[in-house]
């Protein structure tokens, strides 16, 4: 198997400018997990779904930040627009019943 | 509501020395425990987990914790340390009382001295 794969691994773009970030979870988990994490907050749960549905977006920051699981294998994040304060580094995570997660490699996102 | 307690920031500790990374957490049911370590510049990868049975686990990387339930503790220990073991370690437990996602704590970072 080979694991959750994120891509990009990093991601440098302007302020104001759209970005997506995605995700390829393991196959057959049934949940999949949005991160954030920076120096000065840590680690953030941002949103999950189970079974391709959102269960809880309440640490989605703003508005201008959306995700969507259109099937089982495929999962972004997208941020419009983005702004320096986005820069961070984001993971996604699947398990199977929510018992261990297993991470992706991260994205760097940094806007200028 | 479950919550999680790593009372270290940061652990130094001399190769080849012994390390305690502590862990405390907070549940009115019964609980799952896990530790994660993240090397620099990656993601988070599982050490090791509690479900239930022995309350002595044993990880990857010579790593075992012990689950505690009158202490409320889950400390993860090595008898001795390497220079690779640098990392940030997490704990982090889930249950009832967070319908079954992780709680994480705040992250130790242990940092090996030559």
């Known amino acids: 198997d080979a694991g959750v794969i994120q891509s990009p691994r990093h991601e440098v773009t302007e302020m104001g400018q759209e970005v997506t970030l995605r995700c390829k979870p393991i196959?057959?988990?049934?949940?999949l997990f949005w991160y954030r994490q920076t120096m000065m907050r840590g680690l953030e749960l941002l949103i999950y779904?189970?079974?391709?549905?959102?269960?809880?977006d309440s640490g989605m920051p703003e508005d201008r930040f959306s995700a969507k699981m259109p099937n089982a294998s495929f999962s972004t994040l997208k941020i419009q627009p983005s702004e320096p304060r986005d820069s961070a580094v984001y993971f996604c995570?699947?398990?199977?019943?929510?018992?261990?997660?297993?991470f992706g490699s991260g994205t760097r996102l940094t806007v200028v | 509501a479950q919550s999680v307690t790593q009372l270290d920031s940061q652990v130094p500790v001399f190769e080849e020395a012994p390390v305690e990374l502590r862990c405390n957490y907070s549940?009115?049911?019964?609980?799952?425990l896990f530790w994660y370590v993240q090397y620099p510049n990656q993601g988070l990868q599982l050490l090791l987990k509690?479900?239930?049975?022995s309350t002595l686990v044993k990880g990857i990387n010579g790593f075992e914790a012990e689950f505690n339930k009158s202490q409320t503790s889950f400390h993860l220990r090595k008898p001795s340390v390497h220079i690779s073991d640098t990392a940030e370690y997490f704990c982090?437990?889930?249950?009832?009382?967070?319908?079954?996602?992780?709680?994480w704590g705040a992250g130790t970072k242990l940092i090996i001295k030559p």
């Open positions: 995570a699947s398990s199977l019943g929510g018992l261990g997660y297993t």
């Open positions: 196959s057959g988990h049934d949940y």
């Open positions: 779904f189970n079974n391709n549905v959102p269960i809880d």
């Open positions: 549940s009115s049911v019964s609980v799952y």
């Open positions: 509690y479900l239930s049975g």
């Open positions: 982090a437990v889930s249950g009832e009382d967070s319908n079954y996602q992780l709680i």
